[in-house]
């Protein structure tokens, strides 16, 4: 495998402050994000929530009206051809030429990327059984993924760019995209955004997350920082209550009776001095999923989830 060499040491992308708007629609709201070099990094958030906004960006197809965005230290909408030959990009539905056939498709993408390697391009396409002679518009929708895959790899970027790379699509695609995230960050100093519904695919991958919803990031770090900090508590109360109580640090709750189930951001000495002081006991605490502190971020409010 290839290390990348780069002048450039600072994060491969900063964006700071970025606000984007649709007419009266604000679909980023100062947002604020740093991947640094050889991260996995795993952008997620619901169905409009900003993350192909972002993703343009990031690739310049959009520039930032308000706030700034900088891929290896340069203005991507400013120099689109500078950055995007060090950019691999894969869509949700990548637009490929249909009339064309693999081959030709191959070898067409290859006169765009000085860094494009034949004998890696041609791996990647055996290893996803791709008949190279197969027209493009008769391919199915996963086989038109993996060909995104290989235009996207093979030139071997620095910073990988995925949005939505597995939806809709069937686990052995999904497990071949993940093999190939996998590949490339194992590839020294390789960089991977990739936005996702798919938390449970995100959780094994990604190394940092972002949580994006309406535009605005939620929250933002390393995926074991964020496991660390939360804590999914059942407790038992000594009489049935209508309502869980106000324990702070409780984002969202579950349960009836005697028994709730809270998940809980911050320290879990102090969400247990907590549970102490209303009278309940823990009897079972465990480390929520990335799905659960999703869904307990951005889900609706505690009384409006509450199981009676
Ligand atoms: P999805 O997971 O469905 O792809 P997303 O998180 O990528 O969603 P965006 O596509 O970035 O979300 O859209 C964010 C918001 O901005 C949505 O409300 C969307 O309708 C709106 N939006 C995006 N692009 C445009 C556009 N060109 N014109 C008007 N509104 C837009």
């Not at 939806?167 to 999904?174: F, N, W």
């Not at 209508?242 to 969202?252: D, E, K, M, V, W």
Request: proline share 6%; net charge neutral; with cysteine.
């Amino acid at each position: 495998m290839v290390a990348v060499h780069s002048e450039f040491n600072g994060n491969v992308i900063e964006v700071a402050g970025l606000t984007r708007r649709f007419g009266a629609k604000a679909a980023l709201v100062e947002v604020r994000l740093s991947v640094p070099r050889g991260t996995v990094f795993g952008l997620v958030g619901v169905n409009g929530a900003g993350k192909t906004t972002l993703i343009k960006h990031v690739l310049g197809l959009l520039k930032a009206a308000t706030g700034s965005v900088r891929v290896f230290g340069q203005d991507p909408a400013a120099d689109p051809a500078g950055v995007l030959v060090r950019v691999g990009y894969l869509s949700e539905e990548p637009e490929l030429p249909g009339w064309m056939r693999v081959g030709e498709l191959l070898r067409y993408t290859r006169a765009f990327y000085p860094n494009w390697d034949p004998k890696f391009a041609e791996e990647l396409r055996q290893s996803f059984t791709i008949d190279p002679t197969a027209k493009v518009k008769h391919l199915s929708k996963g086989q038109r993924a993996r060909v995104g895959l290989v235009l996207a790899l093979a030139h071997r970027p620095e910073l990988l760019v995925l949005d939505e790379p597995s939806s809709g699509l069937d686990p052995i695609v999904r497990r071949d995209i993940l093999g190939a995230i996998i590949r490339t960050i194992a590839e020294e100093g390789r960089t991977v955004l990739f936005s996702s519904h798919l938390l449970h695919e995100v959780e094994r991958v990604a190394d940092r997350v972002a949580l994006i919803d309406h535009g605005r990031v939620v929250f933002s770090g390393a995926l074991d920082n964020i496991k660390e900090t939360h804590h999914r508590l059942t407790l038992r109360f000594p009489e049935p209550r209508p309502h869980p109580p106000a324990l702070a640090g409780a984002l969202t709750w579950e349960g009836h009776g005697m028994e709730w189930a809270a998940v809980c951001a911050g320290q879990l000495d102090e969400l247990k001095n907590a549970v102490d002081a209303c009278g309940a006991q823990v009897v079972e605490q465990r480390v929520p999923s990335l799905d659960e502190i999703f869904v307990a971020r951005v889900g609706p409010k505690c009384s409006e989830r509450v199981k009676e």
